[in-house]
Every structure is written in structure tokens, then in C-alpha cells.
């Protein structure tokens, strides 16, 4: 049985910093790669980052880019979000997900078979 569990969400003031991290138990995550999304209310489900398998490469949205930055210990089933300079606008679920698409659907959430509960992340002005 697969289990994503994402734990490290909390409430925060803007500029601090946070890391979520993403404990995989049932999967070999070195064969996939591991995301973060993040569903804020009453919006879709957004793309945020994706350590692409082996782990090698990372891609970003770019409202994180330069802020955010994820990691993975494939001998640990870990994945690891940084998140620096957070904003009100990171206010949200935060998903850690893993899967195979193919490298042009990376950042398509749909695209994900696995998924966690989510941690909130809240970020006040």
C-alpha cells in the first residue's frame, strides 16, 4: 500500500521561511517523480515544484521560483520543500505527489497517481 504523508505546515508571517517534507512508504520514489502542489480556497489545484526522477532535476513555477526550492532522499523515501520569503499568497494546502508522466506533462496535477492529505501553510501580512 502507497502512503504520502506531508508534514511542516504552520502559520508563518510574510518574508519567514518553512520546509514541508514528504514521508513515501510502498514506492521506490528513485523510478518517480516527486511534486508539490498546493490548492489555495476556491482555487485549482496549482503546480508549485517537481524533483523529476532520479531526483537529478527540479522545476519550478515560476511564482516560486528563486523562493522555493525541493530536494529528495531517495534512501530516506523523503522529499523536501524549502520555502523562503514566503508571501500571503502561498496561503494554502500544500500536496506532495508522485508519479511517471512523461517530461512535457510534468506539471500536470492529473498527471499524478499518489497523493498525501496535504499540510496548510498560512502566511500572514
Known amino acids: 500500500q502507497v502512503e504520502l504523508a506531508e508534514t511542516g505546515g504552520g502559520s508563518v508571517q510574510a518574508g519567514d521561511s518553512l520546509r514541508l517534507s514528504c514521508v513515501v512508504s510502498?514506492?521506490?520514489?528513485?523510478?518517480?517523480?516527486m511534486a508539490w502542489f498546493r490548492q489555495a480556497p476556491g482555487k485549482e489545484r496549482e503546480f508549485v515544484a517537481v524533483s523529476s526522477r532520479p531526483g537529478s532535476n527540479q522545476y519550478y513555477s515560476d511564482s516560486v521560483k528563486g523562493r522555493f526550492t525541493t530536494s529528495r532522499d531517495n534512501a530516506k523515501k523523503m522529499l523536501y520543500l524549502q520555502m523562503n520569503s514566503l508571501k500571503p499568497e502561498d496561503t494554502a494546502m500544500y500536496y506532495c505527489a508522485s508519479g511517471v508522466p512523461a517530461l512535457s506533462a510534468i506539471r500536470r496535477s492529473e498527471m499524478y497517481r499518489y497523493w498525501g492529505q496535504g499540510t496548510q501553510v498560512t502566511v500572514s501580512a
Open positions: 510502498g514506492l521506490p520514489i528513485i523510478n518517480y517523480h
